[in-house]
């Protein structure tokens, strides 16, 4: 009997099981969620993810070289008009964005208002003052990132996941490094999976509340078994490929085709990068 679970009474609380189910299942949501998007009939659904990693990335290049706010405010906004013509939901897109970015890069970003020289802004007490080459950089920050994590976030929202690591051979990137990025993402929506499954199944043979000691060595016990699976499993895997003919290079059965509107719209992607460019030096 020593050897049982310890059982508290204390409901108001959720459990650690409990949370950790919710995080997983939530998180696989997001992951579907993601891929029906990419399915839905949109603008940058329907072009060819070549164009959209090229085009992308030379916004991308653009928000980093610009020096104008505006500009970057205007690359901004751009981003938003793609995700809306790629029938992608506004809110969900924009709280994807600055739902976690203020507190990330607020963190970095905080210092700079008051340890930057420059003009005086704002006086606050405690003798500290916000200069305007401060508030000027921190705004920078924030607009850069934004702006480049959402032209990020659009080509993955757009673009299934083969689709991309088949694009990225357009910028010569090595295939370990493609192959390694395809069995990464496979891995950890498998693993996630998994995991559910063993915290659920877990939970449903438990009557009452464990202890909060009894809950971490349920966790612990579930992490050593989830990587001994994983070991097993990846072992598994690389056989069922050797024994399919993989040698090292990754082949899919999608084939890209360039058509005169993929030409336009990454010819229009590119003009708008260097306009962006030239108008930030």
Not at 71 to 87: K, R
């Amino acid at each position: 009997m020593d050897s049982l679970p310890k059982l508290t009474s204390t409901r108001k609380r959720r459990n650690v099981v409990e949370r950790t189910l919710a995080d997983l299942s939530h998180t696989m949501e997001q992951s579907l969620f993601a891929e029906e998007l990419a399915r839905q009939k949109g603008l940058l659904q329907s072009l060819d993810p070549r164009v959209k990693v090229l085009g992308i990335l030379a916004l991308l290049l653009a928000v980093s070289l610009s020096r104008s706010l505006a500009v970057i405010a205007g690359l901004y906004v751009v981003a938003l008009l793609l995700a809306w013509a790629s029938s992608i939901p506004m809110g969900f897109f924009i709280k994807r964005v600055w739902l976690l970015l203020p507190f990330f890069t607020g963190m970095i970003a905080l210092p700079a208002f008051f340890i930057t020289p420059g003009p005086p802004l704002v006086q606050l007490p405690l003798g500290l003052v916000i200069t305007r080459t401060g508030a000027q950089t921190a705004l920078f920050l924030l607009l850069r990132v934004s702006t480049s994590v959402s032209l990020a976030i659009l080509l993955v929202l757009t673009t299934p996941w083969n689709g991309v690591l088949k694009a990225l051979s357009v910028l010569r990137v090595p295939d370990a490094f493609i192959l390694i990025l395809g069995m990464t993402y496979r891995y950890i929506y498998l693993l996630l999976h998994t995991t559910n499954d063993m915290f659920l199944s877990r939970q449903s043979r438990i009557i009452g509340r464990m202890s909060t000691a009894d809950e971490r060595r349920m966790i612990a016990a579930t992490a050593g078994t989830l990587l001994s699976k994983s070991l097993h499993l990846s072992s598994e895997v690389y056989l069922a490929m050797q024994s399919r003919g993989f040698r090292g290079h990754p082949r899919t059965m999608d084939t890209f085709r360039m058509r005169p509107r993929d030409w336009l719209w990454g010819g229009a992607l590119v003009l708008a990068a260097a306009l962006a460019v030239w108008l930030g030096r």
